[in-house]
Nanobody
Framework: QVLLVESGGGLVQAGGSLRLSCAAS????????MGWFRQAPGKEREFVAA????????WYADSVQGRFTISRDGAKNTVYLQMNSLKSEDTAVYYC?????????????????WGQGTQVTVSS
């Protein structure tokens, strides 16, 4: 069992920044890919970013490339999503997730544990 708890969401103006955190506990996370997804009202959950267990590999959705940065702190079992230059279309509930299989990372089916989500609202 893996428990994921997100924090750091909130209300921010367009062009601003937020940093999300995801604290993980439970089974060893050393071989797991960690990812962030988001879901806006009326839309499907979509991939945002992922990071390998070592932190050396990162992947991003085209819509956030160059604006968002994912990172992880192995000692703290925590994953971060630094979000800069936020746009109104970034408004969504952001979910942290973890994948054991470590492939097809853009799909929700590749992840076996999920957090409860944290709301990010960007006002224009």
């Amino acid at each position: 069992q893996v428990l994921l708890v997100e924090s750091g969401g909130g209300l921010v103006q367009a062009g601003g920044s937020l940093r999300l955190s995801c604290a993980a506990s439970g089974r060893t996370l050393s071989r797991r890919v960690m990812g962030w997804f988001r879901q806006a009202p009326g839309k499907e959950r979509e991939f945002v970013a992922a990071v390998s267990w070592s932190g050396a590999g990162t992947w991003y959705a085209d819509s956030v490339q160059g604006r968002f940065t994912i990172s992880r702190d192995g000692a703290k079992n925590t994953v971060y999503l630094q979000m800069n230059s936020l746009k109104s279309e970034d408004t969504a509930v952001y979910y942290c997730a973890t994948s054991l299989i470590g492939r097809e990372l853009g799909f929700t089916r590749s992840y076996d544990y999920w957090g409860q989500g944290t709301q990010v609202t960007v006002s224009s």
